[in-house]
């Protein structure tokens, strides 16, 4: 038993594909929660699209994708907020037009190049096991970052996707909140992409924490038990796709729908919990 | 023509327009207008409320009073006139005043405790850590005991009664330490016998000196139970007790052709 645990991760890419994969694992749920509640999954699909062009820049370049990923990821979720802030445009509008325009511009840069070391493939559906040690790094920054974050402004995040308006009056600043949320959405998306791919980002995103929420009657607490949902998701995943030779991030997305319908099957027989919400 | 920040320093102690020197001026509005896309939603509003005064801002749907409210609160501009709110301009006066929402602009799905949401009432963008966890929980604690909801702490604000939630949004007022009280559409999905426990219960805030307006689009049975009213259809059609201020002529221009059936609607007396 031990050494089916042990065995994949006597090759160094499978230890830095663990050490990402887990990363993701903590940090999708968590941003997730917020996303499921606010009604903001599409977003969460769009931006993981909308990079496209950052990732084929700095494969052009020579360099890291999340080199060009992260500053793509901010200036979209700037621009999303912008839109939506100050444009008084509806946030699927916003969303869909961000999304569509610049991956559809991502596309046809990388077939312009053509000579690229990494296939549409890889980019839409992941590729774990080539994450190098600077990717490993710079992930590992990226989720500590937004995880500081996160549990600094958790209250004030709160209150102003509870109760908009109180929330101003009460003197915080709902723009830059919005703002940071979006922008820190943004980083962790680049971080699942590498995992996943940009199709799947959203599966990771938003089912671990879709599936808590409807065991968990508490927020915080349902927040908690997705992490541990997708936690199991990413790992299992990865030794699944090790030990039957599947491509790992549809295998991680797989693990965690079947987790979702667990606990809706568990809601809807066992629980008294109301998620009608959630539907 | 956008004048909200620039308006003078008024003294607190400056006298309210209607009470003349009984009485201290929390709210003032003179001459204030709100245009959306070219259509004033609000038409030279000017009225005052007091210092410790329970005060109900009614109108029809639509007849601005959110909008007021946001006006007072700093979240919206005015384009004429003024507002001053303790004598100073509503954005240099956020902090003292808690605004309750009505219940369509509160996402539920957020599944927060009682005690949770009264806590978010101790947040603020200059605290970002909070008080500690012990000063925090006795806060909350004597809020919600005020209120009467400590017993409730632990359910959830989504399953709770209107009259219940309304409770806890006034503990979380209480917890911001505010001055002054705006419930939007505060008995909206309350039923009869909660909406007299809520309003004896701001009764007891106002005599503490708590500043207190409630928009409502139908004060029905309560009207009694308030020092004042503020008839609102875009402008202020009528200020003054719940006894003068409702004239059929005023109700005529609150509420169109058929004023009839807001007279004498009270508990067991159902205009016949």
Redesign the interface.
């Known amino acids: 038993m031990i050494n089916i645990i042990l065995e994949p991760f006597q090759y160094d890419f499978m230890l830095r594909a663990l050490f990402v994969s887990s990363m993701v694992g903590i940090i999708c749920p968590i941003l997730g929660a917020y996303v499921v509640?606010?009604?903001m999954g599409f977003m969460g699909d769009a931006m993981a699209h909308a990079v496209m062009p950052g990732i084929v820049i700095a494969l052009i370049l020579g360099l890291s994708p999340f080199l060009g990923s992260v500053p793509m990821a901010i200036v979209v979720a700037v621009s999303v907020g912008y839109l939506i802030h100050k444009k008084n445009v509806s946030v699927d509008t916003a969303v869909g037009v961000m999304f569509a325009g610049l991956f559809s511009f991502g596309l046809v840069l990388m077939s312009l190049v053509g000579d690229l070391t990494v296939s549409v493939e890889d980019i839409l559906l992941g590729q774990i096991l080539g994450v190098s040690k600077v990717d490993m790094l710079i992930s590992f920054v990226l989720t500590v970052l937004v995880l500081v974050a996160l549990v600094?402004?958790h209250?004030?995040l709160?209150?102003s996707?509870?109760?908009?308006?109180?929330?101003?009056?009460?003197?915080?600043?709902a723009g830059a909140l919005n703002y940071m949320f979006l922008i820190l959405l943004g980083i962790s998306i680049v971080v699942t992409l590498h995992v996943v791919g940009v199709v799947l980002v959203v599966g990771l995103l938003i089912t671990p924490a879709a599936a808590s929420?409807m065991v968990m009657?508490?927020?915080t607490r349902?927040m908690l038990l997705g992490i541990i949902f997708g936690l199991f998701s990413t790992v299992t995943g990865l030794y699944v796709s090790y030990y039957f030779d599947l491509p790992s991030g549809p295998v991680m997305t797989l693990i965690s729908f079947a987790i979702f319908l667990c606990c809706a099957i568990y809601e809807r027989f066992f629980s008294q919990t109301q998620t009608s919400?959630?539907m | 023509m956008k004048n909200q920040g620039k308006a003078p320093e008024l003294d607190v102690e400056d006298r309210c327009l209607k009470c003349g020197l009984n009485c201290i001026c929390v709210i003032r509005a003179v001459g204030a207008c709100v245009e959306f896309n070219g259509n004033l939603v609000l038409d030279d509003v000017t009225f005052s409320v007091g210092k410790g005064v329970l005060s109900a801002l009614v109108g029809p749907n639509a007849g601005g009073k959110s909008t007021l409210f946001n006006a007072i609160a700093g979240i919206q501009d005015i384009v004429h006139g003024s507002i001053f709110v303790n004598g100073r301009s509503p954005k240099d006066s956020k902090g003292s005043i808690s605004y309750i929402p009505q219940r369509e602009n509160v996402n539920w799905r957020f599944s927060l405790t009682g005690q949770e949401v009264v806590d978010l009432g101790l947040v603020k963008n200059n605290s970002l850590l909070g008080f500690s966890r012990k000063a925090s929980l006795e806060k909350v604690r004597s809020a919600l005991e005020r209120v009467d909801m400590w017993d409730y702490k632990d359910q959830l604000i989504s399953e709770m009664s209107g009259g219940q939630r309304q409770r806890v949004f006034i503990a979380r007022a209480l917890c911001q330490e505010a001055n002054i009280l705006l419930l939007d559409e505060a008995f909206s999905g309350v039923d009869v016998a909660s909406q007299f426990g809520l309003i004896d219960m701001l009764r007891e805030l106002k005599d503490q000196g708590k500043t207190i307006l409630i928009a409502t689009h139908d004060l029905n049975t309560l009207a009694d139970r308030f020092d004042e009213v503020i008839c609102l259809n875009r402008h202020v059609c009528a200020q003054g007790s719940p006894d003068t201020a409702f004239t059929p002529a005023v109700l005529e221009e609150l509420y169109g052709s058929h004023p009839g059936m807001f007279l004498d609607h009270s508990l067991g007396h159902h205009h016949d």
Request: charged share 15%.
């Open positions: 509640i606010r009604g600094t402004f209250k004030q709160i209150f996707g509870f109760d908009p308006v109180g929330s101003v009056v009460a003197g915080l600043n929420q009657r508490r927020f349902a919400h959630l």
